[in-house]
């Protein structure tokens, strides 16, 4: 009868014993080693965002243009997927086993270790995924390939090669941080792609469209060299006759004005204070009089990943869209294709944002010019005012629920809820003052916190998401971006503390889980 209740991804478990993947260490890796193998793999990724795909002939349609602080990578390289590929199969997996159409109990270890070998399973099926339609359209072979390749087929095979080695090596490099190093992969390569943006947002000297001459109206693309050009440049009839719109929001091609900055700030600002916000529990040790201590749970309980994971499944919703809408082999297909209603889009200018349909109302939105002033001016785009109304509330809804959504999940397969916690708690040897040493009663105790910590946790971080997005930020890094990006250096610097404390007091590896 137990074999007959296993889930049936089970029947992958031959394949995962052989699946080729970093090895966990069998000792204690010492900080220095941590602190290596991380920095390598971050320098490696800067190397991998500017090897460019070879043979793609024209320009290059980014179909996460929209989503690329979050999706990492670098358009048209060999990081083209980014970590869609890994972050998409998360969220299948997550899906399916929080809604117990995969029977996995993830408390039990050797269903954790199915889970987590299915998901690497299902990386590379999603790297082919996502890869195969990028040949078809929007990373098209070049003469020279196809010649060199005997055919088309050949050089769209060579494409999706190169696509794959790109993605994989995200996947294994993630893989060594997380055993080797320190922090995730994932978050890191976020952070690397963000900060780089905002760097190059902030001084960029430029010019904004590269093939023209500097000017009024093609000033530098950075915000500092942008608004020092353009303040010495205008006369004060300038700057009353739209100059000051134009310093402090942007406009056409100049969206590092000063007003994103700002919202990056206050951004930086708003996620370092929820980042510092939470409950203490009391703890005592069992055995050892005197010895206290607090669990700290923190208001952002689930960390950052709900709004990874839901960015990242509104990017696929976007790339599927554009795929149905645009897509030669997919607009054909009977009640999909080539309808508006699922998002209408204009690839002319290489832009894949959709312009009108469903897909254009779960759109990210990027700083004020994209929805409040279209709303004060009348409309824009062939949209009404109520139109971009309506879109702004969609999206606040949806990031605030899908973050709620996925942080439930993410506690339950990651040994995060009230549950696995008493065990961890009880396991180190501590207990909470006046309460039983009886893991159900502490257990009972968190529940009372954790589940509640959890929905406003994760509401809170897609508020927080969406707001920023609306806002808008520097080097168009996406507020999404901006605060992923504070989150992982705030959890960044305390996981570096903390491998500095194990490191000098080794009997703390045992109770933060080290060994």
């Not at 339609?133 to 929007?138: A, H, I, L, N």
């Not at 994209?370 to 109520?386: K, N, T």
């Not at 959504?405 to 990651?414: D, P, R, S, V």
Request: hydrophobic share 50%; charged share 10%.
């Amino acid at each position: 009868m137990a074999e007959e209740k296993k889930s049936r991804l089970y029947a992958l478990k031959p394949i995962i014993e052989r699946w080729p993947a970093v090895r966990k260490p069998e000792v204690h890796v010492n900080f220095r080693s941590k602190i290596f193998w991380t920095v390598l793999c971050l320098i490696l990724y800067f190397i991998l965002t500017n090897i460019m795909i070879y043979g793609v002939s024209g320009t290059v349609l980014d179909m996460f243009a929209s989503y690329r602080a979050i999706m990492a990578g670098a358009s048209g390289s060999i990081m083209h997927l980014g970590i869609g590929p890994i972050v998409t199969a998360s969220i299948i997996l997550q899906l399916f086993v929080g809604a117990k159409i995969i029977k996995l109990d993830l408390t039990k270890k050797e269903d954790k270790a199915i889970y987590q070998g299915s998901q690497k399973v299902l990386v590379i099926a999603m790297i082919f995924i996502e890869a195969i339609p990028q040949v078809y359209g929007y990373l098209s072979p070049s003469e020279g390939l196809i010649g060199l390749a005997g055919g088309r087929l050949g050089a769209d095979l060579i494409i999706i090669l190169q696509l794959f080695m790109g993605a994989y090596l995200v996947f294994l490099m993630d893989e060594l941080i997380s055993k080797w190093g320190i922090g995730s992969g994932i978050s890191l390569f976020i952070a690397a792609g963000v900060s780089q943006s905002i760097f190059t947002g902030l001084f960029n000297w430029l010019p904004t469209q590269s093939s023209q001459p500097l000017s009024i109206s093609n000033p530098p693309a950075g915000t500092i060299p942008g608004t020092y050009y353009m303040a010495s440049q205008m006369t004060l009839g300038d700057l009353v006759d739209g100059g000051f719109q134009y310093l402090f929001i942007g406009h056409g091609g100049f969206q590092n004005a000063i007003v994103p900055v700002l919202g990056t700030i206050i951004v930086f600002l708003i996620v370092a204070f929820t980042e510092s916000s939470r409950i203490e529990l009391p703890l005592a040790h069992a055995k050892v009089r005197g010895a206290r201590g607090r669990y700290p749970i923190r208001l952002i309980y689930a960390s950052n990943i709900p709004v990874i994971l839901m960015s990242a499944l509104l990017a696929n919703i976007n790339m599927f869209a554009l795929l149905f809408y645009t897509h030669p082999g997919l607009k054909g297909l009977p009640g999909i294709g080539g309808q508006w209603w699922i998002g209408a889009y204009d690839t002319t200018g290489g832009s894949t944002m959709p312009t009108a349909g469903g897909a254009w109302y779960l759109s990210n939105l990027n700083g004020v010019n994209s929805w409040l002033i279209p709303i004060l001016s009348g409309g824009y785009g062939g949209h009404a005012p109520w139109q971009f109304a309506i879109k702004t509330i969609i999206y606040l809804a949806i990031m605030i629920f899908g973050s709620i959504l996925f942080a439930k999940f993410w506690i339950e397969t990651t040994n995060m809820g009230p549950t696995d916690v008493a065990k961890q708690i009880q396991n180190s040897g501590m207990v909470m003052p006046g309460f039983r040493r009886d893991p159900r009663v502490l257990g009972r105790v968190l529940e009372r916190y954790i589940p509640v910590v959890t929905v406003i946790g994760g509401a809170a971080v897609g508020a927080l998401a969406a707001g920023a997005d609306a806002i808008g930020t520097v080097g168009n890094a996406s507020g999404t971006g901006v605060l992923l990006t504070v989150g992982i250096m705030i959890q960044l610097y305390e996981q570096i503390a903390k491998e500095q404390a194990m490191e000098m007091h080794p009997i703390l590896r045992g109770f933060f889980g080290a060994e």
